[in-house]
T-cell receptor
Framework: DTAVSQTPKYLVTQMGNDKSIKCEQNLGHDTMYWYKQDSKKFLKIMFSYNNKELIINETVPNRFSPKSPDKAHLNLHINSLELGDSAVYFC??????????????FGQGTRLTVV | GQQVMQIPQYQHVQEGEDFTTYCNSSTTLSNIQWYKQRPGGHPVFLIQLVKSGEVKKQKRLTFQFGEAKKNSSLHITATQTTDVGTYFCAGRVTGFQKLVFGTGTRLLVSP
């Protein structure tokens, strides 16, 4: 069973289109994240949700809109795609309890290519 | 904003040589984590350090957390080709559900 699964794995689309990436975790974690990894491999946090509530928005353009229908799901919708949005997007989850390992579990990533 | 830098950005070693990557945060961290990302893969958790000055070992890997809880290091003894990948440190700021990743060190090991 995959702990954190995201779909699709690959996404090729034209500039100006709107697309969504879905993420689901079956670990029972309270916190979920979206990270963007660019061509230089930098992993930059975009959003963090805790129990369906947005707690971190790292100055991401408002073309990016996360949605968490329940604490096991965190989807990412992107409007008016631009060339600079091309990257690998990772979903992750963690359980933030004091004194415990707060490791993040990552999905397989979605490679988005905007042409 | 919080920044976590790693050096070197890239290192190419011969199998059997040692390797070290260093991680420096602009702010004090509640804990530091290390992840490994194989080429084409996703980051996978290796270890977490919480206490000031803490040292942990996993076989050939030695992890250290600085006294001021602002820096960390990962040392690999006698590298193997299976060690190839990008190593990230990640810092968690106290009170925030935010895990900030370092810039990463890409390791290439030649047989």
């Amino acid at each position: 069973d995959t702990a954190v699964s995201q779909t699709p794995k690959y996404l090729v689309t034209q500039m100006g289109n709107d697309k969504s990436i879905k993420c689901e975790q079956n670990l029972g974690h309270d916190t979920m994240y979206w990270y963007k990894q660019d061509s230089k491999k930098f992993l930059k946090i975009m959003f963090s949700y805790n129990n369906k509530e947005l707690i971190i928005n790292e100055t991401v353009p408002n073309r990016f809109s996360p949605k968490s229908p329940d604490k096991a799901h965190l989807n990412l919708h992107i409007n008016s795609l631009e060339l600079g949005d091309s990257a690998v997007y990772f979903c992750a989850s963690s359980q933030d309890l004091p004194g415990l390992n707060t490791e993040a579990f990552f999905g397989q990533g979605t490679r988005l290519t905007v042409v | 904003g919080q920044q976590v830098m790693q050096i070197p950005q890239y290192q190419h070693v011969q199998e059997g040589e040692d390797f070290t990557t260093y991680c420096n945060s602009s702010t004090t961290l509640s804990n530091i984590q290390w992840y490994k990302q194989r080429p084409g893969g996703h980051p996978v958790f290796l270890i977490q350090l919480v206490k000031s000055g803490e040292v942990k070992k996993q076989k050939r890997l030695t992890f250290q957390f600085g006294e001021a809880k602002k820096n960390s290091s990962l040392h690999i003894t006698a590298t193997q080709t299976t060690d190839v990948g990008t190593y990230f440190c990640a810092g968690r700021v106290t009170g925030f559900q935010k895990l900030v990743f370092g810039t990463g060190t890409r390791l290439l090991v030649s047989p």
